[in-house]
């Protein structure tokens, strides 16, 4: 698929989605939204393709925000007809299968928001996070205030959105935020390796495993574990179920159906 913002290419069983443009730190505008919601709808249709990676093309910015130069000009009723970024939920929602955001650089505003949205985060160690709105006369507005304040708690969260500084990899990585930091020129090929790794797991179970644990962030304990046992009984009547357990006891690699 040819795109003007951001390239998407199939290596493997794994989508990897560069933001493409490093002139403007991969601000991302409605152009990249658009784009980005078709690049992932391509890739959860494609049942060749089990897990994506979204990192940021060049050498100092994953994406550096919500494209300011385009919303200097817009007025409080333009943002509200348009039901402006309302877009990045609605791709993250429609999103079944797992991603993980390769953060090489600045991840900041819209930037971090959308690294926050990722399943996990893999960060450089020269990654840089915030959620600097608050300099701009506003606020988060792509999930920021809620991903940020349920992945780092409330005083973390509270000082960087309103001291509007940044952190470094290992801060977000003791506050909970980042999984993994790597050297720099790691970066993509522990980002490729997890992905292979999921990718190669049975993609039901893959799907039914990020869905339970993103329903810990929406449900109470109990509706949560009740929620979690019925998928896993779900996941026992499939054939990946029987493969798995069957590879184990015969102790060779599992062949997976996907069903
Ligand atoms: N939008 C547009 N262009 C940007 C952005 C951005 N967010 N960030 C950087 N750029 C552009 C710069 O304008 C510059 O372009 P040019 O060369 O044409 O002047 C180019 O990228 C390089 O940037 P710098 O020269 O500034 O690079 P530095 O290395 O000096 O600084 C920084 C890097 C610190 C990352 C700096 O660029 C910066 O502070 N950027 C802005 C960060 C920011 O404020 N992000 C939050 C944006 S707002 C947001 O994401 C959500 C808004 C929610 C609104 C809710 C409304 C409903």
Redesign the pocket.
Known sequence: MAFETITSETKGAVTLITLNRP???N??NTTVLNELQQAFAAFEADDSQHCAVVTGSGE??FA????????VDKQAAD?FLED??SGWNEMTAKTRKPWIAAVNG?A????C?LAMMADFIIASENAKFG???I??G?????G?SQRLTRAVGKSKAMDLCLTGRMMDAAEAERAGLVARIVPHDQLMDEAMSAAEAIASMPPMAAMVNKELVDAAFETTLAQGLTHERRLFQILTATQDKSEGMSAFVEKRAANWKGR
């Open positions: 002139d403007a730190l601000a991302l100092k910015a550096a925000g919500a494209d300011i130069k385009e919303m943002f402006f970024f600045f900041l505003g819209g930037g928001e959620q600097p709105e300099k701009l506003v606020a988060p507005g792509m920021g």
